[in-house]
Nanobody
Framework: QVQLVESGGGLVQAGGSLRLFCAAS????????MGWFRQTPGKEREFVAA????????YYADSVKGRFTVSGDNAKNTVYLQMNSLKPEDTAAYYC?????????????????WGQGTQVTVSS
């Protein structure tokens, strides 16, 4: 069992930055794929970024490449999403997720564990 708790969301102006945190407990995430997804009302959950520690790989949606960076701290069991040059279209609830099978997947259905989400609002 894995518990995930996100934090760090908030209101920011366009062009600004935010850093999201995902604290994991119950299982070390060094053996999983940790992903970030986002969702706006009425839309499906969208892949944002993921890190596969086993393969040493990071993956990003085209819409965030060059602006967002996913990283982690094994000692703290925490994954970060650094978001720079934010745009109003980045406004969404952001969710941290874990795939214990450590696949290199961008599909939300491959992620078994989810956090409760943290809201990010970017004003124009």
């Amino acid at each position: 069992q894995v518990q995930l708790v996100e934090s760090g969301g908030g209101l920011v102006q366009a062009g600004g930055s935010l850093r999201l945190f995902c604290a994991a407990s119950g299982r070390t995430f060094s053996s999983t794929t940790m992903g970030w997804f986002r969702q706006t009302p009425g839309k499906e959950r969208e892949f944002v970024a993921a890190v596969n520690w086993r393969l040493g790989s990071r993956y990003y949606a085209d819409s965030v490449k060059g602006r967002f960076t996913v990283s982690g701290d094994n000692a703290k069991n925490t994954v970060y999403l650094q978001m720079n040059s934010l745009k109003p279209e980045d406004t969404a609830a952001y969710y941290c997720a874990a795939d214990p099978l450590a696949r290199a997947s961008q599909a939300s259905t491959d992620y078994r564990y989810w956090g409760q989400g943290t809201q990010v609002t970017v004003s124009s």
